[in-house]
Every structure is written in C-alpha cells, then in structure tokens.
C-alpha cells in the first residue's frame, strides 16, 4: 500500500506545473464567471476577490519550478495575496461574503504548507518519501479546489463559517 501511495505522489510531482496551470485557469473562469453574474448587481464583492485570486495565480505561473526557492516564493505570492485579501476587507468590502473567510483559511493553509516544504528542501534537507509530502500532494489541491468552487457558490460547503460562529458566539 505504501508503495503505491508513494508512486501516485511523485506522480503528482510529476504533473505538478500543469496543475498550477489548471488551477490558475479554474480561477480565470472564476473571475470571469463572478464578473458575469454581477451585472446590474450591488454587490460586487465575489468579483473583486475573484480578480484578486486570478492576478495571484496567474503571477505564480511565472515563477520558475525549477529553482531551489520555489516553495519560499510561493509562500510570499500566497502571504501577499491575503494580505490583499484583507486591505480589500477593510477599504472597500461592505458585505463580507462567504469566499472570504475560506480563500483567507485556504491560503493560510497552503502558505503553511509552502513553508514547510521549503523548510524541508532547503533548510534540513530530507531525500527521502515521508508523510509531510503526502499532506503537501493531497491537501493543497482540495483547498485550491475548494477555494475556488465557494468563489463561485457561495456556500459555506464545510460549514466551517458556521462551526466558527457557533464557536465564538458561546465563548
């Protein structure tokens, strides 16, 4: 069992750029999408964070996966977006839509993640298969998945919004 999961991992690595390139599209769509139905709408706060995940997405393509710093970089793109993310929060978004608390929780998630494989590449060096490259290979593409069906939903699909304030309303 473990060899197998190993082998569907590293072919994971295998077609990793063309799914940065997939994913980058899964957000253009999205934007374009969330642009379309926001016509003759008030509110425009989807689209506007829509736009922001696509110029971010579509940036990181240009990085090149090839260099030792890849996953530092990515964390920077993925730490500059949220704070994008937020500046938008506080300077234009009046209704707060729900895509915000996940794209917020989901680029954190996949910041922590980059980091951690950078720490792991480059700071302590490990040639090895291990578990921190398995929740790398099978987190990051349901939260980028994730991220981007709820920009077009919505929906609060794991209900963590609610758990959230159902969390915070009690204490």
């Given at each position: 069992m473990g060899n197998r999961l190993e082998d569907f991992f590293w072919f994971m690595v295998s077609i990793g750029e063309l799914y940065g390139i997939f994913i980058a599209w899964l957000f253009v769509f999205t934007f374009l999408y969330n642009l379309s139905a926001a016509i003759?709408?008030?509110?425009?706060?989807?689209?506007?964070?829509?736009?922001?995940?696509?110029?971010?997405y579509t940036l990181c393509?240009?990085?090149?996966?090839?260099?030792?710093?890849?996953?530092?970089?990515?964390?920077i793109f993925d730490a500059v977006t949220i704070a994008a993310i937020i500046i938008w929060r506080f300077s234009l978004?009046?209704?707060?839509?729900?895509?915000?608390?996940?794209?917020?929780?989901?680029?954190?998630?996949?910041?922590?993640?980059?980091?951690?494989?950078?720490?792991?590449?480059?700071?302590?060096?490990?040639?090895?298969?291990?578990?921190?490259?398995?929740v790398y290979g099978s987190v990051m593409p349901?939260?980028?998945?994730?991220?981007?069906?709820?920009?077009?939903?919505?929906?609060?699909?794991?209900?963590?919004?609610?758990?959230?304030?159902k969390l915070t309303t009690h204490v």
């Amino acid at each position: 069992m473990g060899n197998r999961l190993e082998d569907f991992f590293w072919f994971m690595v295998s077609i990793g750029e063309l799914y940065g390139i997939f994913i980058a599209w899964l957000f253009v769509f999205t934007f374009l999408y969330n642009l379309s139905a926001a016509i003759n709408k008030t509110d425009n706060s989807r689209t506007y964070l829509s736009f922001i995940m696509m110029v971010s997405y579509t940036l990181c393509l240009y990085i090149d996966m090839y260099t030792p710093l890849r996953h530092l970089q990515l964390f920077i793109f993925d730490a500059v977006t949220i704070a994008a993310i937020i500046i938008w929060r506080f300077s234009l978004g009046r209704v707060i839509p729900v895509s915000f608390y996940y794209l917020v929780g989901g680029l954190s998630v996949n910041a922590t993640l980059f980091l951690a494989m950078h720490v792991d590449f480059i700071v302590n060096p490990y040639c090895g298969y291990w578990w921190l490259w398995g929740v790398y290979g099978s987190v990051m593409p349901l939260v980028d998945i994730t991220m981007a069906v709820v920009l077009v939903t919505n929906k609060d699909l794991l209900k963590l919004v609610w758990l959230t304030k159902k969390l915070t309303t009690h204490v």
